[in-house]
């Protein structure tokens, strides 16, 4: 696993990446100059890993374009698996469903525009008026019947309960809702602009989901170095070896991360880096 570079002894990495507002630019895509680097950068032996709130289902086409055939994490840390492979260590972490019951019960106290059960390959969702609810953050470009939440289908544990609210402050409806439900849950927010809280299983979050994956891989924390942007990203770049921010990252991160880089996901900020570290 050691080979030399500029006469220094190189060990393989584990490179944790964030997709939206990281890998991502501003138009959900990956660009031609980060694509080329990532494919170089695995031909090195380095594993990259995606590391992402998102549900599989919205993920699996980045991984595909980047040709990686290495473990991915999805929920924010409850699926830890090896894309459309069967693979003896493939963990995925629910919600009791109880839950997801009970959110849409009190969906006017929590300001939800719509709470989304978000299962591997499906999702139930409360609204799916696409003026309050958009599509896109569930994959595809419109919903269908099968999509709408009705309490009986409700038969399996969700890997993760998304929702979108009106509340004025997500980060302090996060707060409320991790009292209310007692820490039962790990509630986490991302999207930008969008006020979207996640709701996955306790104690899992992107960090827990990288241990997970190192005591696999055999590798080492301080040869884990990660990527990202959000207040998701807090735990996975404290925890990584060396943890970097992207120059558009929330304020919230950076107090965790061990650097932040000169570049946004719009300039290509990750490729840049792993081009300056490892090319």
Not at 247 to 271: C, H, R, W
Request: glycine content about 6%; charged content about 25%.
């Amino acid at each position: 696993l050691i080979d030399t570079v500029r006469g220094k002894r190189m060990t393989n990495k584990v490179i944790a990446v964030d997709l939206d507002g990281t890998l991502l630019n501003s138009e959900s895509k990956i660009s031609d100059f980060t694509k080329e680097t990532i494919k170089k950068i695995s031909a090195k032996g380095h594993k990259v890993i995606i590391t992402t709130g998102r549900p599989y289902r919205m993920a699996l086409d980045f991984y595909k374009e980047l040709e990686l055939n290495t473990p991915m994490i999805n929920f924010n840390g409850s699926l830890t698996h090896i894309p459309e492979k069967k693979w003896e260590f493939e963990q995925s972490l629910t919600v009791d469903k109880a839950f997801l019951l009970d959110m849409v019960q009190r969906k006017e106290e929590i300001e939800a525009d719509f709470i989304a059960g978000e299962y591997r390959k499906k999702f139930y969702i409360t609204n799916t008026n696409e003026e309050i609810a958009d599509p896109k953050l569930f994959g595809i470009d419109n919903f269908k019947p099968e999509n709408q939440f009705q309490a009986q289908l409700v038969t399996k544990n969700p890997n993760a309960i998304l929702l979108q609210t009106h509340a004025t402050d997500k980060y302090a409806l996060a707060e409320e809702m991790n009292a209310f439900y007692q820490h039962e849950l790990s509630i986490n927010t991302w999207g930008g602009p969008l006020n979207i809280l996640e709701c996955g299983p306790k104690g899992v979050n992107k960090a827990f989901a990288l241990q997970y994956l190192l005591n696999i891989l055999n590798a080492d924390r301080k040869d884990l170095i990660a990527f990202g942007d959000e207040h998701n990203d807090t735990e996975m770049l404290e925890f990584a070896g060396t943890g970097y921010a992207m120059k558009n990252a929330s304020e919230t991160l950076l107090p965790y991360a061990d650097q932040q880089l000169e570049l946004t996901n719009d300039q290509d900020g990750v490729a840049h880096k792993l081009t300056e570290l490892y090319l």
